[in-house]
């Protein structure tokens, strides 16, 4: 999978994007799929190109073949985000919901370091809970869960070897339905 994703980073090198409200980011990020998420200062949404106008590439098969196994519908991913951590970046508590039907789950892999991962409720004001993702866990936010909170507090570094350089890759499967 890893040589995979080594193959779509070529085709749709990572970014390091700003939010809308100007801050950079620390993950870095691409996509593979017909439509990838990015974030500008223009916003959040899906689009059907990288920011250098190329097209995304397809979705390895390898990770389709994760998505067919858990996802528990026919229906394929639109979207594979490819989130590169370096052992200093984080992602904060939010929300996927920038897609148009949230019936279908968001499904996660993990690869190289451990993660710090906070899950809470469909509101802010429910408490978290948290747990360490490890290389090749896969985790399903479907049903009661698709729209819980949640994020990445911190990368435990050299808690893998299954990067040369370290870091974590996590992707993140959806279904898009632009509203
Ligand atoms: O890195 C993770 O495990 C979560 C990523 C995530 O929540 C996202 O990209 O929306
Ligand atoms: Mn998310």
Do not use: K
Request: with cysteine.
């Amino acid at each position: 999978m890893v040589a995979a994703l080594r193959a779509v980073v070529a085709a749709a090198p990572l970014v390091q994007p700003v939010t809308p409200g100007g801050r950079q980011m620390s993950v870095r990020m691409t996509a593979a799929g017909r439509l990838g998420w990015v974030s500008d200062r223009q916003g959040y949404r899906y689009q059907d190109r990288h920011p250098s106008g190329a097209p995304w590439p397809a979705i390895p098969d390898e990770v389709l073949a994760v998505w067919r196994r858990v996802a528990g519908t026919p229906r394929d991913p639109d979207c594979c985000l490819v989130n590169y951590y370096d052992t200093a970046a984080r992602m904060g508590l939010h929300q996927d919901r920038d897609e148009g039907d949230f019936s279908f789950p968001v499904v996660s892999i993990s690869l190289g370091d451990q993660a710090l991962f906070r899950l809470g409720g469909q509101s802010r004001a429910e408490g978290t809970q948290s747990f360490w993702l490890s290389s090749g866990d896969v985790l399903v936010l479907g049903g009661a869960s698709r729209l819980a909170w949640h994020g990445i507090d911190r990368v435990r570094p050299g808690s893998s070897t299954l990067l040369p350089r370290g870091g974590r890759i996590n992707l993140t499967l959806r279904v898009v339905d632009l509203p």
